[in-house]
């Protein structure tokens, strides 16, 4: 398979940059990378937390950033407006399709409820092939150490298929994660659909 090449990826990352330093500076190093490699940026439009840190990364090194956010949070002065663009949509479910259809690959950095809440929608849609896009969680400092165990947990359990359990590639380094997306194999539907 030739690697994918990518024009833009969507980073899902937390409002907060966390307890640990080494969160920001995967999100600097994150953003570092996109550039060196002519990637732009899709991300949920904040200004704070990682989701600050890795949008002002990128434009600060001449990157392409492309922010999503509702209304209501701009509203919040949480939205950031020094960007490429900055697209502000009337709820969250729009948010979340700009973001899928602006980008060609998801990463999850660190983050909390919405983070996860992301990942696992478009994860679930590239199991429905509702898109071909590799995902991958850059995991920081073991955060995402229990995600990837309960994932293999539910495969054992049989609530995952085996198939499907490397949809989402996980790396400790952002150039490594970038690798593994680019030479991801994302499975057909009809080859795990149970038939009557």
């Given at each position: 398979?030739?690697?994918?090449?990518?024009?833009?990826?969507?980073?899902?990352?937390?409002?907060?940059?966390?307890?640990?330093?080494?969160y920001a500076q995967a999100a600097a190093s994150l953003g570092a990378l996109l550039v060196r490699d002519n990637i732009g940026l899709v991300y949920g439009g904040g200004k704070i937390g990682l989701m600050g840190v890795i949008a002002n990364e990128v434009m600060q090194r001449g990157g392409q950033v492309y922010g999503v956010i509702p209304e209501r949070l701009k509203a919040l002065e949480v939205g950031h407006d020094n960007l490429t663009e900055l697209f502000v949509v009337d709820s969250m479910h729009a948010r979340k399709a700009?973001?899928?259809?602006?980008?060609?690959?998801?990463i999850a950095m660190p983050g909390g409820w919405g983070t996860l809440e992301e990942l696992f929608e478009v994860t679930t849609w590239t199991q429905l092939n509702y898109h071909k896009k590799?995902?991958?969680?850059?995991?920081?400092?073991?955060?995402?150490?229990?995600?990837?165990?309960?994932?293999?947990?539910?495969?054992?359990?049989?609530?995952?298929?085996?198939?499907?359990?490397?949809?989402?590639?996980?790396?400790?380094?952002?150039?490594?994660l970038l690798e593994k997306l680019r030479l991801a194999e994302i499975p057909e539907l009809g080859r795990w659909i149970e038939k009557p």
């Open positions: 398979m030739n690697p994918r090449k990518f024009r833009r990826i969507c980073v899902f990352c937390g409002s907060n940059v966390g307890g640990h330093p080494a700009m973001m899928a259809n602006l980008s060609d690959a998801f590799p995902i991958g969680v850059l995991n920081v400092n073991g955060y995402y150490d229990k995600l990837i165990d309960w994932a293999d947990h539910a495969v054992d359990a049989g609530f995952i298929r085996a198939i499907h359990r490397p949809i989402i590639a996980s790396d400790s380094d952002p150039e490594a």
